[in-house]
């Protein structure tokens, strides 16, 4: 019987090497000599990963791995998220980030199924993203934020089980709503 790769986290064995590897993660933040400076690498790492990984099981791991980090150090939170959802593609502006690390920008933080993955997992509130992205695309409606807004929202409405209700991204559509009554939408 031909057996199909794991295609996502839930579907692995208790007992998978992946799931080992990952409890190994954080035992290795917690007891490493620099326990400030460590898990915040680490995160940074792991947050250049996930946008690279081309797999839904590869951004389950990632998502795993940055949700243990934050729940277990109080500096991680406040970074990644922070950055998750506030910083811009083209000027990064959190300082423990990396500016090399991050300047496969303009794509990478619109990449719907890395966003999809941290909606589902709950490390990025649905309601905070829709804040954010409605922000952004009342300040400046560029073609790529349109395309990425109306993708997330699509994707997120048609995953079965849904991630999110359309009234989650009320303040999305609302704008997309505005912007395509005054012509400064595009075809997505």
């Given at each position: 019987m031909v057996q199909l790769?794991?295609?996502s986290l839930a579907a692995l064995p208790p007992n998978h090497d992946i799931r080992h590897l990952v409890r190994q993660i954080l035992f290795l933040a917690a007891e490493s000599v620099d326990r400030h400076r460590t898990p915040l690498l680490m995160s940074q790492k792991i947050v250049q990963l996930l946008y690279k990984t081309p797999s839904q099981l590869g951004r389950e791991v990632?998502?795993?791995?940055l949700d243990q980090l934050c729940h277990s150090f109080?500096?991680?939170?406040?970074?990644?998220?922070t950055w998750l959802l506030y910083a811009e593609d083209e000027v990064s502006n959190i300082l423990s980030f990396d500016v090399d690390d991050f300047q496969q920008s303009?794509?990478?933080k619109f990449n719907v199924p890395v966003t999809v993955t941290l909606l589902q997992s709950g490390l990025v509130n649905i309601s905070l993203q829709d804040q954010?992205?409605?922000?952004?695309?009342?300040t400046e409606?560029?073609?790529?934020?349109?395309n990425f807004a109306s993708a997330l929202i699509r994707e997120c409405l048609s995953t079965d089980p849904p991630v999110a209700s359309q009234s989650q991204f009320a303040y999305s559509v609302e704008v997309l709503g505005q912007l395509g009554q005054s012509g400064k939408a595009n075809d997505e």
């Open positions: 790769p794991i295609q990632y998502v795993a791995l109080e500096d991680v939170a406040k970074e990644a998220i303009v794509q990478r954010q992205l409605a922000k952004s695309l009342f409606p560029r073609p790529s934020l349109l």
